[in-house]
């Protein structure tokens, strides 16, 4: 019997979330495939006064009211984990759940910010030299991306945030998992100094986003020779990859990890692998949306 059904009732478990694209990029790309019977809808655990550390129960409770899979985001990545009946290598690697599938009312958690992290790159930035790279930021989002890196193969990777135990606890992780890769924790401060004999850079701090102005370092300190990629997404254009692109280095946005995750996220649930073109090109209508009204707003 196929184990995947026609009928698809999928949620995004986390805190703050209204203003998640996967609803819109996951019901999209269902439609373009034929599948009529794909809903994708929001758990917001702070809206909804549930405890951060109770959002395990949530994903249980949404699974035996029909829900069939999975997305879980910020705060939660790491708090379900202990709720879960089985995990894929990379989430046990990473501690942090992305993804839950639901079979056979077994949950069976994953992490596709890992996996589509290391696609965007593949398909991004082919040609990437992964000798010497930074990564800023060594959150939820950057364990995923230093995990990726280190499976890419970098051989040297150097870790800074403004939390240094972030940075340490990722090393030291990293460090177990990949003992091909040396692995180092650096100052905030140092990061410039590191980029004169670096091949890439990655930001993984959530400085560039909306809310967020300026870039995660001094980019007089970016030269050609170095490629530049940024996870953050809204909007694709940061300050960070403007930069980058004028000094003529290779860049990846964060848009091209967005739907990487998304992409594997939809095969895992669907067993159908989706079309990631259309999907970027659907983000890049819904990130034009979006943007219109703002900046309507500042020509006032
Ligand atoms: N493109 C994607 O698919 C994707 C996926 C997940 C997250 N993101 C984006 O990545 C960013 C981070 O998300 P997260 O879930 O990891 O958040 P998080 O809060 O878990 O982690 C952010 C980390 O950045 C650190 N930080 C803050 N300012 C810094 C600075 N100036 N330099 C270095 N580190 C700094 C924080 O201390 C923290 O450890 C957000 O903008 C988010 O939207 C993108
Ligand atoms: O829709 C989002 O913003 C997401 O929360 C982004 C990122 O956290 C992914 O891992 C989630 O699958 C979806």
Known sequence: MHPFSTRHRIRLVGAGIATS??????????AALGL???????????AEGIP?????????QAVAAGCTGLNVTHPCKQVVVDSLDEMSGNARLLGAVNTVVVRDGRLIGHNTDHSGFLAALRRGLPDATLGRVVLAGAGGAGSAVAYALAAAGVTDLRVADLDPAR??????RLAAAFPQTRVTAIPLEAIEANLEHCDGVVNASPIGMVGHPGTPFDTDALHPGLWVADIVYRPLQTELVAAATALGCDVLDGGQML???AADTFALLTGITPDPDRMRRHLGELLADQCAPTVLEESR
């Open 21 to 30: 694209l996967s609803p819109a990029l996951h019901e999209h790309e269902a």
């Open 36 to 46: 009529t019977d794909y809903r994708y809808d929001l758990i917001d655990v702070a």
């Open 52 to 60: 951060v550390d109770r959002s395990g129960d949530a994903l249980r």
């Open 167 to 172: 940075a340490a606890d990722v090393c030291a």
């Open 259 to 261: 739907v990487a995750q």
